[in-house]
Nanobody, 123 residues
Framework: QVQLVESGGGLVQAGGSLRVSCAASGRTFSSYTMGWFRQAPGKERDVVAA???????YYADSVKGRFTISRDNAKNTVYLQMNTLKPEDTAVYYCAATASFSRVTMREAIDYWGQGTQVTVSS
């Protein structure tokens, strides 16, 4: 079983930057696709970015060009660098792990979830 713990959330002004991290336990971390989802009040939890075990990346259109996902398998950690933040980026950000990169956009395909970390962007 894999446990995921997010950190790095907080309050930032519009136009600023923030990096959230996800530390994973488990011996098979490097074999998983890792992703970040976000959920704002009254809205669906949707994928923001994902990275496969081989380094293939996916980004939602709303964050493409502003966010960068990366992973460090030696540290069992995945990162999301968020630049040029907008108020509409405000949400709880969740780390996720799945064995299937091709289905990472689907919540039902996620095998493990983190507890979430709040990111608030002020205007």
């Amino acid at each position: 079983q894999v446990q995921l713990v997010e950190s790095g959330g907080g309050l930032v002004q519009a136009g600023g930057s923030l990096r959230v991290s996800c530390a994973a336990s488990g011996r098979t971390f490097s074999s998983y696709t890792m992703g970040w989802f976000r959920q704002a009040p009254g809205k669906e939890r949707d994928v923001v970015a994902a990275i496969s075990s081989g380094g293939r990346k996916y980004y939602a259109d709303s964050v493409k060009g502003r966010f960068t996902i990366s992973r460090d398998n030696a540290k069992n950690t995945v990162y999301l660098q968020m630049n040029t933040l907008k108020p509409e980026d405000t949400a709880v950000y969740y780390c996720a792990a799945t064995a299937s990169f091709s289905r990472v956009t689907m919540r039902e395909a996620i095998d493990y979830w983190g507890q979430g970390t709040q990111v608030t962007v002020s205007s």
